[in-house]
């Protein structure tokens, strides 16, 4: 049994493209068709029915840049990027460097952490909607329950608690970027850990001043990761505030999917799309350059 090759070598070259081969080949179709299509229609004036479509060029595409909805909606992008990269870089990289201590709860502070980044986003956003609502929701029931009603808030329907909702939810799901700094964390030479605490470095020196420096490579691949995670946080805010109220809250991942789906002229809607996905493509390829970069270090 010891001199078996691995099952990849005795199948051989042309047994792993049979294998694999239609599979790729599907999806290779099925994206190239799809990407093919969204570029067709965002440089024509056309409905829904997707029939009689009128040719503008770039027509959809300047109107999107003079759109004071979509730039709101990629403001927030930007905006809701900016919290989360914050929040990884200094409540993330604390939560690793506190969880790689040797102490009983540390498993169960992993999972508390970490859960929410592996789970469906769809449903940690729904489950703060429910726990929002104004008339039921736990948060205003709790507080009622413990006399202070007073505090009960219309979380979803006010624009600003609103907004604040949906950074907390960018805040929460952080767990990606604690796994970062725990792998990185793995690496470092203890020793280099261990002479500082023996020439008087407290908590706080040891932090900023040795483990944060250290971990360059993993803090520019954690900014650009979250950056394009922001992004693709359609799921975040179409769960909890759907873009509301009034658009408050919008990204444009939900400004696409309003405007395709209750908007007369769907190029439009496309234009938007591969606006989009010009925006997450470079910031893409920024996060495999550094990540191989960093592999190389």
């Known amino acids: 049994m010891s001199n078996q090759k691995p099952i990849i070598h005795r199948l051989g070259l042309r047994e792993a493209i049979l294998f694999f081969g239609p599979l790729a080949l599907m999806f290779a179709v099925y994206y190239l ?49 900016g919290v989360s990269i914050g929040a990884a870089l200094t409540i993330g990289f604390f939560i690793a460097v506190t969880l790689s201590a040797t102490w009983r709860a540390r498993t169960l502070l992993y999972t508390i952490f970490l859960l929410p980044a592996l789970m469906p986003l769809s449903l940690v956003a729904s489950v703060f909607r429910t726990m929002l609502e104004a008339r039921f929701g736990t948060v205003n029931v709790l507080l009622s329950d413990i006399g202070l009603g007073w505090m009960a808030q219309n979380w979803l329907i006010d624009p600003t608690l609103a907004y604040g909702v949906v950074i907390i939810l960018f805040v929460y799901i952080i767990g990606l970027p604690v796994l970062y700094y725990t792998a990185n964390l793995s ?61 408050a809250t919008e990204i444009t991942g939900t400004y696409v999917y309003t405007f395709s789906t209750t908007g007369a002229n769907v190029g439009y809607g496309s234009a938007a799309a591969v606006a989009t996905l010009l925006v997450t493509l470079v910031l893409s390829a920024l996060h495999m350059r550094f990540s191989g970069k960093d592999r190389h270090q």
Do not use: C
Request: charged letters at 10%; hydrophobic letters at 50%; zero cysteines.
């Open 33 to 81: 068709f799809s990407t093919g299509f969204l570029l067709y229609t965002s440089l024509q004036r056309i409905s829904m029915s997707l029939v009689n479509g009128k040719w503008v060029g770039l027509q959809n595409f300047q109107l999107l840049l003079t759109d004071p909805r979509f730039l709101k909606a990629f403001v927030n992008n930007l905006v809701f990027a």
């Open 187 to 247: 690496t470092i030479n203890t020793s280099l850990i261990e002479s500082a605490v023996i020439d008087g470095a407290g908590t706080w020196r040891l932090f900023v001043e040795i483990l944060f420096p250290i971990m360059k490579g993993t803090h520019r691949t954690i900014v650009i990761s979250t950056l394009l995670t922001s992004f693709r946080a359609f799921d975040i805010v179409f769960f909890s505030t759907g873009g509301g109220p009034a658009g």
